[in-house]
């Protein structure tokens, strides 16, 4: 089953009201008291704010919400939530059909950014650098001078611009639940180097497997209770929002996170508050990483279709129009859509964020879907909230 399909299934068990996501494996104590685990995680009360009900008090005193609301409420789409929000916290609650603020759904590449975020973590805490290679972490790894996988770097890694290949579905180890993260990156390292480091960008999964691998030979955890221990414990996420699939084994970093509305909001509200990573490590995930000079390979439709945008670190720059100007080099909306629908993204320069979360198969994939709905309801939203 791929791993696409494997997301299929997932959604079908949600609606029908089965637990998912990571599994007790990763949310029981270990014996080691200095490690924060998941089952410290924060009750609904404390992973967002008292407004999570979805009601229009929600939003009472801050400007007119309603032009927002009817917009979404016009909407074709039956079931999705939509949260918007600031560093100071969720500023607007609403939820349409079956869709709840804490409906947990399979965010696709949503989960670059959680990735990127944790990596970005571990380099603060010293268990990472942006500028380490593989064989620093990987024993296994080329290390001859005369290899160009011996100079990529973790940075390059996470804008991938690596020079490894293979888009969204061109990876088949990252769909295969049985293999772990090292199995998986020996492949990726064996078989899909094709550029030279930095010169070219390709938008899929190799990267960032990478990347999960070398932090957890270097750590000895699982790539989700990192991402448990770096963010989501501290932030109260659920104890479904995580990376499963596949595996525990061996999860896709790259596209196989869970997550509700209410665990991005925490997420996009730490970030944007400054409280979750430092001054610089916000600098180098939002700065332009395949500027002029750097061949876009491989790049999804929903950031190319009447758009130009270009990459940083696990998200998108956004830029409207066709071509890449000198304005949208500052600071302005940051994204990581998802295939499914889930688009979460963060305003740098009017100061707040957004997440549209649902889940939509749909020819195309659901971001052609919810990227041109939220940027509509974006600019209702700064309305609302005023200067």
């Not at 999964?205 to 963010?231: C, D, K, Y």
């Not at 491989?298 to 945008?309: C, F, Y």
């Amino acid at each position: 089953m791929s791993a696409w399909m494997r997301l299929l299934f997932l959604l079908i068990l949600m609606v029908s009201g089965c637990p998912v996501g990571p599994d007790d494996d990763d949310t029981t104590a270990d014996d080691d008291d200095a490690t924060t685990d998941d089952d410290e995680l924060a009750d609904d009360d404390d992973s967002g704010d008292d407004d999570d009900s979805g009601d229009d008090d929600d939003s009472a005193g801050i400007g007119d919400w309603q032009p927002l609301r009817d917009a979404i409420d016009a909407s074709a789409i039956a079931d999705f939530t939509v949260l918007i929000g600031t560093s100071a916290g969720t500023a607007f609650v609403h939820e349409k059909g079956a869709s709840q603020s804490t409906t947990i759904y399979a965010i696709a590449s949503a989960s670059k950014w959680l990735t990127s975020a944790t990596a970005l973590a571990l380099v603060e805490d010293g268990v990472l650098a942006l500028d380490d290679t593989p064989q620093d972490h990987l024993s296994w790894w080329a290390s001859d001078a005369g290899d160009p996988r011996s100079t990529i770097t973790v940075e390059q890694l996470l804008s991938f611009t690596s020079g490894f290949d293979g888009a969204i579905d061109g990876v088949p180890c990252v769909e295969d639940g049985q293999s772990t993260l090292d199995a998986c990156a020996r492949e990726i390292h064996d078989s899909l180097h094709v550029y030279a480091p930095g010169s070219t960008f390709v938008y899929g999964p190799a990267h960032m497997q990478v990347v999960a691998a070398m932090a957890s030979a270097s750590t000895g955890e699982r790539w989700n209770r990192l991402f448990r221990q770096q963010i989501a414990n501290d932030l109260g996420m659920a104890a479904l929002a995580g990376f499963a699939l596949p595996s525990l084994d061996n999860p896709r970093a790259a596209g196989g996170g869970t997550a509700s509305a209410e665990d991005y909001a925490a997420f996009l509200t730490a970030l944007s508050s400054g409280t979750l990573l430092s001054a610089a490590s916000l600098e180098r995930m939002a700065a332009d990483h395949t500027p002029e000079g750097v061949v876009l390979a491989e790049v999804p439709d929903a950031a190319t279709d009447g758009r130009s945008w270009h990459y940083a670190l696990g998200c998108w720059r956004e830029c409207a129009g066709d071509t890449y100007t000198a304005a949208c080099d500052e600071p302005g909306v940051l994204s990581s859509p998802g295939a499914f629908g889930f688009y979460p993204w963060w305003d740098q320069g009017r100061g707040f964020w957004g997440v549209v979360a649902t889940q939509l198969v749909v020819a195309g994939g659901g971001a052609e879907v919810t990227v041109p709905l939220g940027q509509e309801w974006a600019e209702l939203a700064a309305v609302a909230l005023g200067p």
